[in-house]
């Protein structure tokens, strides 16, 4: 009985400890799990921490301090697993910091080459020449600087990965339809060279030649932005592109990865790209632009593509070889006259040669058969004028066209003229010689004039002498000082006034091979100084339109 | 507009130069030009009133010492498998490819083309075989680029595979 009681009593404390305690009870198991159960601890904790890291940041430094270490580790295991994913990461804060800092003035010429000096007698060369003399700079840079021209075409945007294109812009409409074709190809083509050359999968080609055009291309980690281009791009162009990938990796990083050949998300990109379509056409402005002249032949186009099947099949020992004739090669360009090598570059596509070269001088390119080069090579040749003496004396029989009885010869910076000439031909051969880089003096002291019998043939400028009776009825000898100066205008005017003689109601004026006469003046006199103007050779024609003979006998 | 690109693959010689040119222009031709690289091309479908924009990678046959590059796989949202009705051996390379394509891109959707049908007596894919490919759940199409039958209706096909349902 008492124990049933006891029994009773004991199950009336537990409904009585229920009915106060229920809620105090479970809230004392909660605890007792909170502190045993690591998972609702480390719950428990989330719900904190960011609260935590930003309170005791407020206090002090030592979280950073103590957290270091262990984010360190994590970075370098994390670059260890797997590079890329990390790069990616990073492109956009990174890119702008990386850029390639390559800034020797060899790189800079390449932005110039296959710029050809047209026409070295042109007034524009002389003064780009003087500019050399007077700045110190060599002529090639001063030419590079004053010929940059370039116009960019179209613009790619293309999604890596898949090669579709997500937007393109051109200049002419009529280049849009193929596009999406010249889009996935161009990342063909990257790939395949990535493919056979490098292991590693961030070094892209950065740009193929093809005559006259050029593509640039700047890869991100999920576009590439390809850029055609007619001549030379200056080198802020790159940095520009530079810039615009990685503002377009900011920007659109989602949706790159989301892509899913839709390019609707992508129609707004047009603003970033739009500021590329640019073009710089400094020489056509002064009129200078002319089509390219056909000696640009200084520029050996390579296209990469041809010689990466050559490359494949290299064996070490064949290199050995190639080495010792690319060597060998180099050293006879080194040698020949007009050429100066200022850099060879060799990179997996083959080399780049720098340099200098006179057109008139041997092609290069003509050479490597010579020396059994098989590699690729790239000539970016600037054009100019040596002064070594047999280029010089070459030019000058190029722009003479001496007759076959007249021998030149070009020592200590004077050209000699030696032989039987016409007047006409000397004059002018006197004259233009001294316009050559390397000419100083003059000496046709020794060469025996035809008369003028010959001379007045009319029209006859350009006679060939020796198509002439081999003994002509009359010679006379001309010693002549050597030519040092040309004449200045006002010169060539007085020498007019002494020869005709003018009334002094004529005035005259005297510019550029033009004789001008205004005023009044007898029929007879005007007929007279139309007869023997050109007794004065400079002047190549006379101006009479403002002359009238009224009123006077 | 939606752009999509497809790879077609298979063995060499099985008729894949053929049957994107018949599908693309329209054009046959007997002369068999070993295709070296790869060779671009587009055309546009419509699937469900959808202008789909396919860029056609024509990938060079796979050989024993000619891997086709994985990097003209990448990016690819479904595969051309072209099978050379008349030579059995090149359904075992469709397999490999078929292999490697999963390995690489993961579940994109494949569509067999069983190519050179109007071969009727050189033909050498019994039922049996067939039969298999089929469960394999696998489209299968019997192709051929020279009478251009069910050239189209297999890029249609794959088009439309690729487009989200
Ligand atoms: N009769 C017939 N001949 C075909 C057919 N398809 C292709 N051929 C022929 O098969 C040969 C090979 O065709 P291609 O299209 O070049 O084959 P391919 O798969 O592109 O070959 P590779 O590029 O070398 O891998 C050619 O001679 C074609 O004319 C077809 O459906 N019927
Ligand atoms: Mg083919």
Known sequence: MSANSTHNSEAAMQELRKLLFEKESVRLDELENLLRDQQLHAQEVAK????????????????????????????????????????????????????????????????????????????????????????????????????????VEQVF????????????????????????????????????????????????IENLRMGDLEVILETG??????????????????????????????????ALQAFDGDTEPFVSIDEHLHPLLVSDFKSEEKGQEKKKSPTKAVLVVALIMVTMLIWLGFEEAERQQTQTNWDNYISRLQSEEGIIVSSVQQDEQGYTLLGLRDPLSVDPYSLLSEYHIAANVSFFMQPYHALQEPLVLKRIKQLLQPPKSIQLIMKDSTLTIIG??????????????????????VDSSQVSVLSSVFEDLPQDKGIKLDVLPSKPK???????????????????LKRAIALLNPPSTVEMKYAKGILYAS?????????????????????????TSKLSSKGIK | ?????????????VGKTSLTAQFVYSKFSEKYLSSMGVKIDKKTVEVDDTQV????WDIHGEEKYKKIPSSYLRGASGILMVIDGTRLDTVAVAKDIHQRVCDELGEIPIIYLLNKSDLGDAWSINDNLMAKLESANRSVFLTSAKTGANVEASFTSIAKAMLPT
């Open chain 2, 1 to 13: 507009m939606i752009q999509k690109k497809i790879c077609v693959l298979g063995a060499a010689g």
């Open chain 2, 53 to 56: 924009n396919l860029m056609i």
């Open chain 1, 420 to 441: 039987t000439a016409s007047e006409t031909w000397l004059s002018q051969a006197e004259k233009a010689a001294l316009y050559v880089a390397g000419v100083e003096n």
């Open chain 1, 519 to 543: 005023g009044q003046a007898s029929k007879s006199w005007i007929e007279f100084a139309k007869n023997n103007f050109s007794k004065i050779e400079e002047i190549d024609s006379f101006y």
């Open chain 1, 474 to 492: 009359k010679t006379i000898t001309r010693n002549k000082k050597p030519a040092k100066k040309v004449d200045t205008d006002t010169d060539i």
């Open chain 1, 48 to 151: 904190v921490l960011a609260e935590a890291v930003k309170i005791r940041n407020l206090q002090d430094e030592e979280l950073g301090k103590s957290l270091a270490p262990t984010i360190e580790k994590s970075i370098k295991a994390s670059i260890a697993k797997d590079p890329k994913s990390l790069s990616d990461a990073l492109f956009p804060v990174m890119g702008p910091a990386i850029r390639k800092s390559i800034n020797n003035s060899i790189a800079e010429m390449l932005q110039s080459l296959n710029q050809t000096l047209e026409n070295s007698f042109s007034a524009q060369g002389l003064k780009w020449r003087l500019e050399a003399f007077r700045t110190g700079k060599p002529f090639a840079e001063v030419v590079m600087l004053n010929t940059l021209v370039y116009r």
């Open chain 1, 221 to 254: 980690p999920d576009v590439v932005l390809a850029v055609v281009c007619r001549g030379n791009t200056p080198r802020a162009f790159n940095e520009k592109l530079q810039t615009t990938v990685e503002q377009i990796q900011q920007l659109y990083r989602q």
């Open chain 1, 157 to 204: 945007l293309i999604h890596k990965e898949t090669g579709l294109l997500l937007q393109h812009l051109s200049f002419d409409p009529s280049l849009d339809e193929d596009a999406d074709v010249v889009s996935s190809m161009l990342t063909a083509v990257q790939d395949f060279i990535r493919d056979s050359f490098s292991g590693s999968t961030d070094q892209g």
